[in-house]
């Protein structure tokens, strides 16, 4: 008769216990969510039927943000959060209210560069230049 091997057994416990606990915390973690349901109203001849316009507004990529802002020099408010913008040439660049948030800006020439309300929280900012006039006033700015 075959004897159990000792080490294949223990894996496959320590294997088994692992899934059993990603299991368990995968479930734990699980937003719950409500169905809604949405009785439409049936307009009457004394009551016009309501107008609903669709959203204009938009979603435009970070990818779209920096090639618009390494073309321009231009991208006031726009969404640059993560962007890799390495060593990039943004001298008198616009960046007034832009959101900056984890952008990897090591080496960047921010010189006489628009940063007012710019939000760099978790930026790499090392070896950045910011020289002559540099319009600085962040809203967020936080060492990581």
Do not use: H
């Not at 802002?69 to 832009?98: F, S």
């Amino acid at each position: 008769m075959n004897k159990p091997n000792p080490k294949k057994l223990t894996q496959w416990i320590v294997t088994a216990v692992f899934l059993v606990l990603v299991a368990a915390f995968s479930l734990l973690d699980q937003p719950s969510v409500k169905a809604q349901t949405l009785t439409p109203s049936i307009p009457t001849a004394s009551e016009p039927a309501p107008v609903i316009s669709p959203v204009t507004s938009p979603i435009v990529s970070v990818a779209a943000n920096v090639r618009r802002l390494l073309q321009t020099n231009e991208c006031a408010g726009c969404n640059l959060t993560g962007a890799m913008l390495k060593d990039a040439n943004l001298q008198a660049a616009n960046l007034e209210g832009a959101n900056l948030q984890d952008a990897d800006l090591e080496r960047a020439n921010l010189q006489q560069t628009n940063l007012q309300g710019a939000n760099f929280q978790g930026a790499d900012l090392g070896k950045v230049t910011f020289r002559e006039q540099t319009l600085w006033e962040p809203t967020y700015l936080m060492q990581t």
